[in-house]
């Protein structure tokens, strides 16, 4: 993410001027946005709950958001369906619309830092290691 910040926040006209390996840096921070929000919906907020030995395995993901909110785990269940939602959105392409494709990235770039911030929290809740 650091090679792309002096573009930041980019615009529809930029992305089309971008050099190959701008675009390359850009496609490299949409597939590890998606991935890392991929691995704590799929694997670590599940594990979370296990380890709390949280009943919520057959349930549907929004009550064990709720719950993890209610634990303290997630600030707001929201706020992670909001991050999908960007992280969604991030996974389309719009070739005819470059200022909405640039509007997408800049949303996604400004929400790493909710991601991290999850990701913070739970590592201070559960006593782990640093990131």
């Known amino acids: ?25 850009l496609d ?17 907020l599940p594990a979370v709950l296990r380890v709390l030995q949280e009943p919520f395995e057959d349930r549907p993901v929004i009550d064990k958001l709720n719950r993890l909110e209610k634990l303290g785990f997630l600030q707001s269940s929201e706020r992670w369906q909001r991050l999908r939602a960007i992280r969604n959105r991030c ?24 991601v991290m911030a999850i990701l913070k929290r739970i590592e201070q809740k559960m006593a782990l290691p640093p990131i």
């Open 28 to 44: 490299q921070f949409v597939l590890r946005f998606g991935r890392l929000q991929d691995a704590i919906g799929a694997r670590l």
């Open 91 to 114: 996974s389309q392409d719009y070739p005819e619309d470059p200022d909405k494709n640039a509007a997408l990235l800049n949303v996604a770039f400004r929400s790493v830092d909710d």
């Open 1 to 25: 993410m650091a090679s792309l910040e002096d573009k930041l926040p980019l615009s529809g006209s930029q992305l089309a001027t971008l050099d190959d390996e701008a675009v390359q840096d």
